[in-house]
């Protein structure tokens, strides 16, 4: 059979990687798949046990030397990204093309033109996938199936970036994804809007109501709904905040502003303006649905 | 048959009050059913058509006139309640058990002493049933089931209000509801927090997220969770938010205060604080889950 890739190495088999391990193998994408794990954490062993990955490593570095990647994946928490960076630099073959699953993307593209040699390819991607769960057991074939893909080309574009480029592309396709291309600080700003802030408000209104216990009692399906992303990686959230605080912090006060709009409406007894505002937001509501029915629904990340 | 009620009036044919007539006929709980719809709308035929209500008027006081109700329930905004308490109160039969579906209490308590004869029972409920879809359209005989009712005995007690109240009791609990007694001005409280505040969430995150079209695009689940109730009934909420304008205020400052915290963690690249903050969230979210696991779950409202 041929396989678009010789040797896959993912970097992080927690539910991303080993979900990914699993897809790869299912779409007969790489002929061989290493899964490098945390060092003191059996979660390779269990991706290799469930089929994910064909050899399971904690060591980076020794994943590539032996056999040559064509394909490197990061699956990992983005703090960690530049020892590995670091670590896999001065073994990388020309031309290797690497990418990642991160939910930021400026400082992770940044890092890469640093400590990256320029013969290898880094595009940054972020699959938006995955669960509040997390571990190698939650993963599933099928988790990058139907959602969307975002993606950063690097900053200077050559007939080889592209084509590298084109070949990430193709294989987040071959996944079953809808692959959408952005340049990293746009991403970054996107992804606060929908993501980042989100999470941090179901972070404080599940401590807010976490408060007063007799409250939750009386919580209904809307605010079940409103908290299931607070039960989300604690590492994973640091380190998202961490690397886009500022676009994070935008977001947050953009949301704060409309809440103070209703909050004022609501102080002042304004009828008129309550209404309002809930009109229009269950009418902006309606129109993203309707827009969204007409796309592949993204799913969670 | 023997039914506890022999006649119904169920004031307001909307999703609740409709799915109440489905369900008190599914279970006979009533002889006769009479539907009262908003004058000029034919939610009233649409709740008959549909085997809801044996009667359709607009007309409150007509529903009793000819014959006498034993039974009262207002499905309707809160704010029409005074008008409707005025033109019940000449013609209601000594002993008649008045209640309602409203999602704030105290107000309606305090109306409910002022306006109806001292003769009849008022005891206030709050089925935490409902959708973000409205009309009698959209109505469920088994919208009620499985929900948690919360319920406001009258503020002086007396055998004759006991009596009543186990009345209403019994009637919601036949309906596969949970039922938990609370005063008027804790329910407020509770359901502020776990309510109306998670609805001005959403309501603030759409219209923050919907003035950044590309960034919808980029939306997932978490985001579409979040702003599922953002679809909900303007009228319904502008009554909600006036009729329970302090403790919304008070839960939307106790929210903003939880936001400025993790949002000043972020500020100052706080690691420890954000990574405490998040996993503070997901042990609350992860106790609420197991508490409520083994209770009956209440579905929304």
């Given at each position: 059979?041929?396989?678009?890739?010789?040797?896959?190495?993912?970097?992080?088999?927690?539910?991303?990687?080993?979900?990914?391990?699993?897809?790869?193998?299912?779409?007969n994408l790489?002929?061989?798949?290493?899964?490098?794990?945390?060092?003191?954490?059996?979660?390779?062993?269990?991706?290799?046990?469930?089929?994910?990955?064909?050899?399971?490593?904690?060591?980076?570095a020794?994943?590539?030397?032996?056999?040559?990647a064509?394909?490197?994946?990061?699956?990992?928490?983005?703090?960690?990204?530049p020892?590995?960076?670091?670590?896999?630099?001065?073994?990388?073959?020309?031309?290797?093309l690497?990418?990642?699953?991160?939910?930021?993307?400026?400082?992770?593209?940044?890092?890469?033109?640093?400590?990256?040699?320029?013969?290898?390819?880094?595009?940054g991607?972020?699959p938006?996938?995955?669960?509040?769960?997390?571990?190698?057991?939650a993963?599933?074939?099928?988790?990058?199936?139907?959602?969307t893909?975002?993606m950063?080309?690097?900053?200077?574009?050559?007939?080889?970036?592209?084509?590298?480029?084109?070949?990430?592309?193709?294989?987040w396709?071959?996944?079953?994804?809808?692959?959408?291309?952005?340049?990293?600080a746009?991403?970054?700003?996107?992804?606060?809007?929908?993501?980042?802030?989100?999470?941090a408000?179901?972070?404080?209104?599940?401590?807010?109501?976490?408060?007063?216990?007799?409250?939750?009692?009386?919580?209904a399906?809307?605010?079940?709904?409103?908290?299931?992303?607070?039960?989300?990686?604690?590492?994973?959230?640091?380190?998202?905040?961490?690397?886009?605080?500022?676009?994070?912090?935008?977001?947050?006060?953009?949301f704060?502003?409309?809440?103070?709009?209703?909050?004022?409406?609501i102080?002042r007894?304004?009828?008129?303006?309550?209404?309002?505002?809930?009109?229009?937001?269950?009418?902006?509501?309606?129109?993203?649905?309707?827009?969204?029915?007409?796309?592949?629904?993204?799913?969670?990340?």
């Amino acid at each position: 059979m041929n396989h678009p890739f010789q040797h896959a190495v993912i970097i992080g088999t927690g539910l991303l990687g080993t979900s990914l391990g699993l897809a790869l193998r299912k779409h007969n994408l790489a002929k061989l798949i290493t899964g490098v794990g945390r060092k003191g954490c059996n979660s390779a062993a269990i991706a290799q046990q469930r089929g994910a990955v064909d050899r399971a490593t904690d060591d980076p570095a020794a994943a590539i030397t032996s056999h040559p990647a064509d394909l490197i994946v990061l699956c990992v928490p983005i703090r960690q990204f530049p020892d590995i960076f670091r670590t896999l630099a001065p073994k990388l073959a020309p031309g290797t093309l690497i990418t990642d699953v991160g939910s930021t993307k400026f400082q992770i593209m940044q890092w890469a033109a640093e400590l990256l040699p320029p013969t290898v390819h880094f595009i940054g991607s972020h699959p938006m996938a995955g669960s509040e769960k997390t571990g190698p057991e939650a993963a599933r074939e099928d988790l990058y199936n139907n959602a969307t893909c975002l993606m950063c080309p690097p900053d200077k574009s050559t007939p080889e970036s592209a084509a590298a480029f084109k070949r990430i592309e193709d294989l987040w396709q071959s996944l079953g994804m809808r692959t959408v291309s952005c340049n990293a600080a746009d991403h970054d700003r996107r992804v606060a809007a929908v993501s980042h802030l989100p999470h941090a408000m179901a972070f404080a209104l599940m401590q807010a109501a976490g408060k007063n216990p007799a409250a939750l009692e009386a919580a209904a399906g809307g605010f079940t709904d409103m908290t299931r992303i607070a039960g989300s990686d604690p590492t994973m959230w640091t380190d998202i905040y961490l690397s886009n605080r500022d676009a994070v912090l935008a977001a947050i006060n953009s949301f704060s502003a409309e809440l103070a709009t209703i909050k004022a409406a609501i102080e002042r007894n304004d009828e008129n303006a309550i209404r309002d505002y809930v009109e229009a937001s269950r009418q902006t509501r309606e129109s993203f649905i309707t827009r969204r029915r007409a796309t592949n629904a993204p799913k969670e990340k």
